[in-house]
């Protein structure tokens, strides 16, 4: 490898996501590098007010900052719903502070959300007796992702929310203003799925187990012969892709994309964005191909393109399936956590929401799914419940 600071850019590539739980394919992060995690303060609350629009925007912030400063190709990052996580070399140290510091004041001035955020030595969670290890999977031909293993990751998160761990906590920054969140985008209405239910699922090995692959490895095998094969799992069904022109909709990408700009620089941005989508709508209507963008493939690529499965020291998914598919997975689900295996949590809607991190409108973008009404945060709770009672046996 070339050096540390292209150190996971140069990693093996896993073409099928049944690896993603196989410790081979994972090579654990350099001993100078850093891990930043964020998380909403009382998002739960947030969700229950409706505003789970806001929480997922502001949760992905920190990750379109972080990859407007660096090639993204280089840096392992995951999205939780609620709050995000990604890993560092030394020499962005501090440019990730501003960029955490910056979604810090944007939380609070523009959402009146609290984001805690945290930068990490990784020598500091090795020396936990925990460590960070990352592989690269290939979701689509255009999107390479980011899994981890180890549990430094969830130790991290739960240093974060530690108040004696203030050491490592980031303070909001004045002049936010200056950090580069373009790219971020909240322009399309949920995806409803008129059949199916939409499951935001997460699963995480029984913490006493010494190998926990194979749980992992029977719950892929189990939702995949309940299921069907990946691609009809995938809840971002493209006809059921339709962009917004909505102003109240559009205002939560607005708030982040202008802050401290002014109203009119706002609503100046917000009829720019509506003149945009109605070009969108036509273009990608038409099937038009221009000399940078072909809008003939830009809605199939947004859902190749999307991060409905992951692995972050547990398999965290949001996929479609039909009422009596949930009910066989979820009894084998219910076996598993009455055997001790595992513990799981889960949240049911009829739609799946995006947050877009778009580089270039041809090919080039990356989307962020999340269930509708706050699909991980509900599932995380429901997953900690759970967990609780596990350690307790």
Not at 43 to 61: D, E, F, H, P
Not at 184 to 202: D, G, H, K, P
Not at 256 to 272: D, E, M
Not at 358 to 380: K, L, M, Q, T, W
């Amino acid at each position: 490898m070339a050096s540390n600071t292209d150190f996971y850019k140069n990693l093996p590539i896993i073409e099928n996501f049944f690896d993603a739980s196989n410790q081979e394919n994972f090579y654990a992060l350099p001993d100078d590098w850093y891990v930043a995690v964020t998380d909403i303060v009382n998002s739960t609350g947030a969700i229950n007010k409706n505003r789970y629009k806001a929480v997922n925007i502001l949760g992905a912030s920190p990750i379109v900052g972080i990859c407007n400063v660096t090639d993204r190709n280089a840096i392992p990052f995951t999205f939780g719903g609620d709050g995000a996580s990604f890993c560092l070399p030394p020499h962005l140290l501090d440019e990730t502070r501003r960029i955490l510091g910056a979604s810090k004041t944007i939380g609070k001035t523009e959402y009146n959300l609290d984001l805690r955020a945290a930068i990490i030595p990784i020598s500091y969670i090795h020396e936990q007796g925990y460590s960070i290890q990352v592989a690269r999977y290939r979701a689509s031909e255009f999107y390479i992702q980011a899994i981890f293993s180890g549990g430094g990751l969830s130790f991290a998160e739960q240093l974060l929310k530690e108040t004696g761990s203030d050491k490592f906590h980031i303070p909001a920054l004045d002049n936010a203003h200056n950090v580069n969140f373009s790219g971020l985008e909240c322009r399309w209405q949920e995806v409803e799925q008129s059949q199916n239910e939409v499951i935001t699922l997460m699963v995480k090995s029984n913490p006493n187990i010494d190998h926990p692959q194979k749980i992992y490895e029977n719950v892929l095998q189990k939702m995949r012969t309940t299921f069907g094969f990946d691609n009809k799992t995938n809840p971002i069904n493209v006809p059921g892709l339709s962009m917004t022109l909505s102003f109240s909709k559009l205002m939560g990408e607005a708030r982040i994309r202008t802050h401290g700009q002014g109203w009119l620089k706002r609503i100046s941005y917000i009829l720019q964005v509506q003149l945009q989508t109605i070009i969108g709508k036509i273009l990608m209507a038409l099937n038009y191909k221009t000399l940078a963008t072909n809008w003939s493939l830009y809605k199939s690529d947004l859902a190749l393109n999307s991060d409905h499965r992951k692995f972050d020291d547990m398999l965290r998914v949001v996929i479609s399936g039909s009422r009596a598919q949930r009910k066989e997975f979820v009894n084998f689900l219910k076996q598993q956590f009455k055997e001790g295996n595992l513990a799981y949590g889960l949240h049911l809607s009829n739609a799946a929401m995006i947050t877009c991190m778009v580089f270039e409108y041809h090919r080039d973008h990356i989307h962020f799914v999340d269930g509708s009404g706050g699909g991980y945060v509900s599932a995380a709770q429901d997953l900690k419940k759970r967990l609780e009672i596990l350690k307790e046996d």
